[in-house]
């Protein structure tokens, strides 16, 4: 069965960055973009970037143009996404989401999403 | 980049009640529009995607409608499992936006 699996809450402070990971299974992961969307507490979507597993191309929101990266280990079908430069303001859960990159009918929406990783940014 | 405007942002029913979101989009995204529900704690569920396909496991009791830049999810009878939080989506471009949200309430 599919599952997108992320990796455990973390505390930073500001300045510092955060690494989240997002390991796909039950799929063959580079037909898949990976998306990452966050949640601020008590607040609605927002869409950082994605990335393509199988070229490693990203597209990035351009509010965190210069402060995300996206990367990927397809020997363990795997996704990071580090966020730079932490502020408090970036206190949210982080989702991952998959979508088809070849698509056709449901493959083209995030069907299957992470379970969330919240990332508290606190001195 | 292309808004969103999602409404209303709450909304209080009763089991039973027929319930209507609207989501109107800046500009047109033909058919790339999809609904999630959303629980606390939990991640988006898919509900329906491409305006009103049925994503797989989903009551019929939802249903969306819409085109070119006005879209509406309805639930024909609200059950106890739907009170909960609704986001509607495009993916027309190559990035995502989000309503901001409709909180469905127990009147």
């Known amino acids: 069965q599919v599952q997108l699996v992320q990796s455990g809450a973390e505390v930073q402070k500001p300045g510092a960055s955060v690494k989240v990971s997002c390991k796909a299974s039950g799929y063959t992961f580079t037909a898949y973009y990976i998306h990452w969307v966050r949640q601020a507490p008590g607040q609605g979507l927002e869409w950082m970037g994605r990335?393509?597993?199988?070229?490693?191309?990203?597209d990035f929101a351009q509010k965190f143009q210069g402060r995300v990266t996206m990367a990927r280990d397809t020997s363990v079908s795997a996704v990071n996404m580090e966020l730079s430069r932490l502020r408090s303001d970036d206190t949210a859960v982080y989702y991952c989401?998959?979508?088809?990159?070849?698509?056709?009918?449901?493959?083209?929406?995030?069907?299957?999403w992470g379970q969330g990783t919240l990332v508290t940014v606190s001195s | 980049d292309i808004q969103m405007t999602q409404s209303p942002s709450t909304l209080s029913a009763s089991v039973g009640d027929r319930v209507t979101i609207t989501c109107r989009v800046s500009q047109s995204i033909s058919s790339w529009l999809a609904w999630y529900q959303q629980k606390p704690g939990k991640a988006p569920k898919l509900l329906i995607y491409?305006?009103?396909i049925l994503q797989s496991g989903v009551p019929s009791r939802f249903s969306g409608s819409g085109s070119g830049t006005e879209f509406t999810l309805t639930i024909s009878s609200l059950q106890p499992d739907d009170f909960a939080t609704y986001y509607c989506q495009q993916l027309n471009s190559d990035s995502w936006t989000f309503g901001q949200g409709t909180k469905v309430e127990i009147k």
């Open positions: 990335i393509n597993p199988n070229t490693g191309g990203t």
């Open positions: 989401a998959r979508q088809g990159v070849d698509c056709s009918g449901v493959t083209c929406y995030p069907d299957y």
């Open positions: 491409k305006v009103s």
